[in-house]
């Protein structure tokens, strides 16, 4: 089953992030790292990506036929999508024990949320 694990950003996250040594930056960095080299080895590993910044998106919208783009940031939040995994594992526990394997974890949470499977609906 595929998962989606999810990491956001929020002002205490960020905050923490400052009082980070350059280490302890590199570090972090290194973690993502070695965390997707094993989940590629292990065939678990689908996609895994880092997001920039929210204010370099665009919001599209299609109105009367018309596509329409604004400019970020989209909304007054305060927490964001930082990045992603997207794993194909046998369980939930599984998701769940990769997650906590994330750096982003020992700092706040990440989410794990299943991917709702398609095929099963006869569309």
């Not at 590993?45 to 599209?60: F, Q, R």
């Not at 964001?80 to 995994?85: K, N, P, R, S, T």
């Not at 794993?87 to 991917?115: F, K, N, T």
Request: glycine share 8%; no cysteine.
């Amino acid at each position: 089953m595929k998962y989606l694990i999810l990491i956001h950003s929020n002002p205490k996250s960020l905050a923490l992030w400052e009082t980070l040594t350059d280490e302890q930056r590199y570090a972090f960095g290194k973690g993502h790292m070695a965390l997707t080299e094993s989940l590629a080895e292990s065939g678990e590993l689908i996609v895994s990506e880092g997001l920039v910044d929210p204010a370099l998106g665009k919001m599209v919208s299609v109105r009367n036929g018309e596509t329409l783009t604004s400019d970020g940031p989209f909304a007054e939040v305060k927490e964001h999508l930082a990045g992603f995994y997207l794993v194909d594992v046998d369980s939930y526990e599984r998701a769940v024990e990769i997650a906590a394997r994330a750096p982003d974890a020992s700092y706040g949470a990440v989410e794990v949320r299943p991917v709702l499977d398609m095929s099963t609906y006869d569309l």
